[in-house]
């Protein structure tokens, strides 16, 4: 368990770090959020001429309400609430940001799995002066569980309002002491940990002065060190058609070609490919971004492929190389987070969307349903409703091209879409034995 920050290379990777936001009401997530745009100069002078003039401003005078930056939506800034997930996007000269404030509610949990779906890192945010016992709130752990079971590669605590506690450390060593034991018992194999106020901006970009007992980084160096893994996926070449490119009419030099996104691993011109669910087998002839040609197309890469023969390949198929193949299945477990106002009915058939691939699905049984309070899956026989995460069997009426999503998330991951009213029902994660 890393318990500290680790130190990571002083040559961080660059790139783009997509993060979330996430924690209690008013633990200090869209002021956070403000305070990083702030003060890595992410914000336009005509941005905070409008917060400094609004009606909604909870700051005291000469202070600007940065949680108005992120809570755009009227409602929002009426309640002083976050309903929804905000993107914003910023850079340093060291790395790109895109981070998503999520909603500290219950009801608004559902948001919190939407955000955190393709996100790095998590911030799980502590307000300081709510927690000075160490005994965590309960968003707090169901944050920490969401980030979790989606796998997250970096989960980031922040203590913040330590002005609120006046930047004692006893109080931060036991809410320290209390998320250690919550990540031991979540199975959570490292986080980082630091002592911050987003408001004033101690420990956010530059260190404070107020805690030299902490020996971190402040929030923002500690971001822009954190290792990323550009090949997601541990190298596995997974390629959904989006789209089947024709013209030059049908005739023997007509033009044949796969359009999509290459996921983990890389492809070069010659390699053998699958295709699944049909399993017939091609030669890359071509790779194409736009009208430029290509000898290699790495993972991230929008691409067309086209293929040495004509073969059956339609929008949903996946491509695939000879290495670390995905199973096919129609009977599959998943975790799920339910999103529908309607619970799950396991009489009705569902749409399951994965990739681009799109079929039938029933659930036929509800297996565990966890319990956030005790941090355990429980035996389950009954429904899930709006919020409950539980492990679930499904089947399928095609097969699917699947990998466990901890080790592939783009055929790991999955939606449910109710057949009547076309709402996401629910986010699905595949749980292959």
Known sequence: MNAINEQWPADPETGVLRLITAGSVDDGKSTLIGRLLLDSKGVFADQLKAIAGSKYTRAPDAQYDLALLTDGLEAEREQGITIDVAYRYFATPVRKFIVADAPGHE???????????????????????RVADGELLPQTK??????????????????????????????????????????????????????????????????????????????????????????????????????????????????????GQLQGGAWRVGEAVQVLPSRETATIARLLRGDQELDEAQAGDSITVVLDRDIDVSRGDLLVDGHAQPVLRQDFDADLCWLDQQALNPARLYWLKLGSRLTQARIQAVQTRRDIHELRAVEWNGTLAMNDIGRVRLRTRDALALDDYGMQRTTGAFILIDTATNQTAAAGLVRLD
């Open 107 to 129: 009801q608004y949990t559902r948001n919190m799995v939407t955000g955190a779906s393709t996100a790095d890192a998590a911030i799980i945010l502590i307000d300081a002066s």
């Open 142 to 259: 169901r944050h920490s569980t969401l980030a979790r079971l989606l796998g997250l590669q970096h989960i980031i605590v922040a203590v913040n309002k330590m002005d609120l506690v006046g930047w004692d450390k006893a109080v931060f060593d036991r809410i320290h002491a209390a998320y250690r034991d919550l990540a031991v018992r979540l199975d959570i194999p490292h986080f980082h940990i630091v002592p911050l106020s987003a408001l004033s901006g101690d420990n956010v970009v530059r260190p404070s002065s107020l805690t030299s007992w902490y020996q971190g980084l402040p929030l923002l160096p500690l971001l822009e060190s954190l290792p990323l893994d550009p090949h997601k996926g541990n190298g596995r070449v997974r390629f959904f058609v989006q789209w089947v490119i024709r013209h030059q009419g049908s005739g023997p030099g007509a033009f044949r070609g796969y359009a």
